[in-house]
């Protein structure tokens, strides 16, 4: 008499399906003892394009507090988050008319290119060299500058969004825009 594999399986075949199902648990085990972080971790080395997007506004109406908008928001602040870790470029635009009949939620609107692997990289990294003093000779001013006009900023809105499509136009580039 031959011997049959118990439910159509050789004893090998069950030692290495308990084998492997082990293996698997152990790691699914492991996996979900790892911090929350590690499971939005992206491929090392791969490099993303990301924008952060701010919709801004002066934080009241009081003609000072535009002024010290301009100043602080505008004229630095920008500038200074563009000075960041893998920023490749900053820029503020200011609501000059509507489009169609859509409602408008801010006057002001700023991009910040960056590359980085993941748009947590890159919020950890501008989040620790904001909390340096010394991070670029501009700094000094611009947190001089924010302390003097005060609490002149309202950000109903901002957020990382990773570029998935870009499409020149027929104008030329030109490097004051670029």
Not at 1 to 26: E, H, I, Q, W, Y
Not at 166 to 177: C, H, I, N
Request: glycine content about 10%.
């Amino acid at each position: 008499m031959k011997n049959k594999p118990l439910n159509g399986s050789s004893v090998f075949d069950r030692v290495c399906k308990a084998t492997v199902s082990g293996f698997s648990a152990a790691a699914l085990i492991l996996g979900f003892g790892l911090p929350d972080s590690v499971w939005a971790q992206e491929p090392a080395g791969e490099i993303k394009r990301f924008i952060l997007i701010g919709l801004c506004e002066p934080a009241d109406d009081k003609p000072e507090t535009l002024a010290g908008f301009k100043e602080w928001f505008v004229n630095q602040h920008v500038e200074d988050v563009a000075h960041g870790p893998n920023f490749v470029r900053g820029r503020v635009y200011e609501l000059r008319g509507k489009h169609l009949t859509g409602p408008t939620y801010t006057d002001y609107i700023s991009f910040y290119e960056v590359d980085a692997p993941s748009w947590e990289e890159a919020e950890r990294a501008l989040n620790e060299w904001q909390r340096n003093p010394n991070a670029w000779e501009g700094r000094a001013h611009h947190m001089e500058t924010g302390k003097r006009v005060g609490n002149v900023l309202s950000c109903p809105g901002s957020g990382w969004y990773e570029l998935l499509g870009s499409w020149d136009g027929p104008a030329k580039a030109s490097t004051k825009l670029d």
